[in-house]
Each structure stands twice: as structure tokens, then as C-alpha cells.
């Protein structure tokens, strides 16, 4: 298994991004995913916690993508990102340990 060494604040943000997954999906934890893979994700979903601005957002994103968690792709002028099966897959094996 593919394992991350993500930042407190990339840590953070990987908790926030597959719990607003979860929800989207009727999900309890990370290996929910496996069977409903609604991993899709943006900006606007870290923005929605109130825990980060639009700028920080995007820049968390960025790394988290660069680290290979999340992938960023557009579409056109849209972006359609998504958490990896491999970072929702990790995330799982450190779930119980999240704030």
C-alpha cells in the first residue's frame, strides 16, 4: 500500500476532503469508498469548512496533488478533481487517529 507524508495541514485538509466525500456518499469511513467511489472534490470543498481561504485552499490542493492524494485535472475551463484510490485507501489505515 501506498503510504503519504502529508503535513499537518495537508493532513488536515486529506480528513476534510473524504469526509465531505463520505457524506456525499452516505459513508462512516475511508473503505465505504471502496464499494462507492464518490471521491470527487475542489476548491470549494476545503472552503466549506471555514478552516481555509479560497488562496490556501488552492494552495493545499496543489501540494496535496503534487504528493499524489488528490489529482487535479480540468476539463475545458472546469476543474474535476478527485481524492486517489490510494489516498482514500491510506486515510483508512489512519482514520481512528483524526481530530
Given at each position: ?45 476545503l472552503?466549506?469548512?471555514?478552516l ?8 493545499t490542493?496543489?501540494s496535496l ?7 487535479i ?25 483524526r481530530?
Amino acid at each position: 500500500m501506498k503510504t503519504f507524508d502529508l503535513t499537518p495541514n495537508e493532513l488536515s485538509a486529506a480528513f476534510a476532503l473524504v469526509e465531505a466525500c463520505l457524506e456525499e456518499m452516505g459513508g462512516k469511513r475511508p473503505s465505504d469508498l471502496e464499494r462507492d467511489e464518490f471521491t470527487w472534490i475542489s476548491v470549494r470543498t476545503l472552503c466549506e469548512t471555514g478552516l481555509w481561504t479560497w488562496p490556501q485552499a488552492k494552495g493545499t490542493l496543489s501540494s496535496l496533488d503534487k504528493k499524489g492524494f488528490v489529482q487535479i485535472e480540468m476539463d475545458g475551463d472546469r476543474e474535476a478533481s478527485f481524492v486517489t484510490t490510494d489516498g482514500w485507501r491510506w486515510l483508512d489505515t489512519v482514520w481512528d487517529s483524526r481530530p
